[in-house]
C-alpha cells in the first residue's frame, strides 16, 4: 500500500508525565533503539508491530524482561498477584497438590518466575500438605531474573533449592505435572489490525526523523484470516475498528502439547472471553504500557524501559488448546478459582487477635479477589491431558459456556 501521510502515527516522549530518564536508563533505550532501526533497515524500511514488540521485551540482553532493570513491585513498574498476596500462591499450590496427586511422578513447570515469591510460596505450602513435587521447574529466558528468583528460594526456602531447575527452553517430551503461566500471555507479541472500507490494515513500526512511528499496510494474509474469522464468530466489525491478535498463541499450545504428556496447564491473566474482547465497544483494542506503575497507550517510546501487554483473548486460548488436543477443563475468574481452592479456609485458620498481621493479609486478599482490583479483570483457564479428575479451581463456578 502506498504511504500516505493519514496511514501515518507519529509519538512523542512528552504525551505522559514520566520521571527523567538516568542516563543509564537512556543508553540503554538508545541501545535497543539501534537494534530495531537496523532491522527495520533491513527489512525495507518497516517491521509488523509484533516484531517490534518482540525486539522491545525480549532482545537478548536488551528487550524489557531480558535486561537487569527492576520490573516488579512497589520499586518497579507493576506489582503481580503473588506479590500482593502470599494466599495466591498458595491456592494454586493446592489445585497443584490436587493433580500431583494423580500422577506417579509429578513435577510443575513455571513460565517467567519474575521474582520467584511464587515458586517459593507454592513450595512451602505444598511441603506443609505432604505433596512435593519431584521437580520444580523454571523456564526463564532473562539471565538477571534467574539470578533474582534463585536468590528468593536461597532465602526462602534453601532445603528445597535441589528440586529446582531453570531451563532456556521447553523440557523433552514426557512432562507429567501441571504448568503454571501467571500473566504470561499478556507479554505475547500481537498483530495490530485495523478495519477499513478499503479491507484490513495492519500496523508497522517505521523509523522517521529519528523516532518511531507506526504505519498502516495491508494485512498479510495470515492476518486478514484472522480478521475475518473474528467476524464470523463475533460479527462485522465496524469502518476504523482497531485491535489485536496473537497469531503465536496457536503454534505455542502445539508445542505444549508435545510436551505435556499427562497433567495440566493452568493460565492465569487479565483478559476475556472473546465476545467482549471484540465487542463494538472496545473499538481501540487492548494494548497497554506500564512504567513506573504508570499506564499509557504508546508503545513506541521508552523502548526496553516499559512492559507492553495486551489483555488475552480466553476464547482464543481455549481454541487453541482444543486444536492442539488438550481439553478445556475450567474456566473462571480469578477469584472464584481462588475460593475454589479453598481460599476462605485458608483465611479461617487466622487469627484476628494478632491484629496488624491480620489486617495486612486480609488487605492483600481483598487486592487479588475484590471485583473492582485484580478478583474479575484476572480470569483462570486449564487445558488438561488425561486428567479425568475435576478440578477443585472451577468448582466454585465454572463459566466455561462465556467462552
Not at 181 to 205: C, I, R, S, W
Amino acid at each position: 500500500m502506498s504511504e500516505h501521510r493519514e496511514n501515518w502515527s507519529f509519538h512523542e516522549p512528552g504525551i505522559m508525565n514520566i520521571p527523567p530518564l538516568t542516563t543509564e536508563q537512556q543508553l540503554h533505550s538508545e541501545e535497543i533503539t539501534r537494534l530495531i532501526e537496523q532491522e527495520i533497515s533491513q527489512s525495507g524500511g518497516a517491521i509488523p508491530f509484533d516484531r517490534y514488540m518482540e525486539l522491545a521485551l525480549y532482545a537478548p540482553g536488551l528487550g524489557y524482561y531480558q535486561n537487569a532493570g527492576y520490573k516488579i513491585g512497589a520499586a518497579g513498574d507493576f506489582v503481580t498477584a503473588p506479590e500482593v498476596s502470599a494466599y495466591f500462591s498458595r491456592c494454586l499450590a493446592r489445585q497443584c497438590a490436587q493433580v500431583l496427586t494423580q500422577l506417579e511422578q509429578g513435577s510443575i513447570l513455571e513460565f517467567g518466575a519474575g521474582s520467584g515469591v511464587m515458586a517459593a510460596d507454592i513450595l512451602i505450602e505444598l511441603e506443609a500438605m505432604g505433596c512435593l513435587p519431584e521437580q520444580y521447574l523454571i523456564l526463564d529466558l532473562s539471565a538477571y531474573l534467574q539470578h533474582r528468583q534463585r536468590q528468593t528460594l536461597e532465602q526462602r526456602v534453601p532445603h528445597l533449592l535441589e528440586r529446582v531447575s531453570w531451563l532456556g527452553q521447553l523440557p523433552e517430551t514426557g512432562f507429567q505435572g501441571v504448568v503454571l503461566g501467571n500473566e504470561l500471555l499478556d507479554a505475547m507479541p500481537v498483530h495490530m489490525f485495523k478495519k477499513t472500507a478499503g479491507g484490513v490494515l495492519e500496523q508497522y513500526v517505521v523509523e522517521h526523523e529519528g523516532a518511531f512511528a507506526s504505519q498502516w499496510r495491508a494485512a498479510s494474509p495470515a492476518l486478514r484470516s484472522a480478521v475475518e474469522e473474528i467476524e464470523r464468530r463475533y460479527g462485522v466489525l465496524d469502518e476504523g475498528y482497531t485491535s489485536e491478535i496473537n497469531l503465536r498463541l496457536k503454534p505455542w499450545m502445539r508445542q505444549l502439547q508435545g510436551v505435556l504428556q499427562q497433567g495440566l496447564l493452568l493460565l492465569i491473566d487479565y483478559g476475556y472471553p472473546g465476545p467482549a474482547y471484540y465487542h463494538p465497544q472496545r473499538h481501540m483494542g487492548t494494548l497497554i504500557c506500564h512504567y513506573q506503575h504508570r499506564a499509557h497507550a504508546d508503545p513506541l517510546i521508552l523502548t526496553g524501559l516499559q512492559d507492553i501487554t495486551a489483555s488475552v483473548d480466553f476464547s482464543a486460548v481455549a481454541r487453541a488448546g482444543a486444536d492442539a488436543g488438550l481439553e478445556l477443563a475450567g474456566y473462571t475468574t480469578q477469584a472464584n478459582f481462588l475460593l475454589g481452592c479453598g481460599l476462605d479456609q485458608l483465611l479461617g485458620q487466622l487469627d484476628p487477635e494478632h491484629h496488624d498481621e491480620y489486617i495486612d493479609i486480609l488487605q492483600g486478599v481483598k487486592q487479588i479477589t475484590l471485583p473492582s482490583e485484580m478478583g474479575e479483570r484476572f480470569q483462570a483457564i486449564a487445558l488438561a491431558r488425561h486428567l479425568p479428575v475435576p478440578l477443585m479451581g472451577f468448582d466454585f463456578r465454572d463459566l466455561r459456556s462465556r467462552l
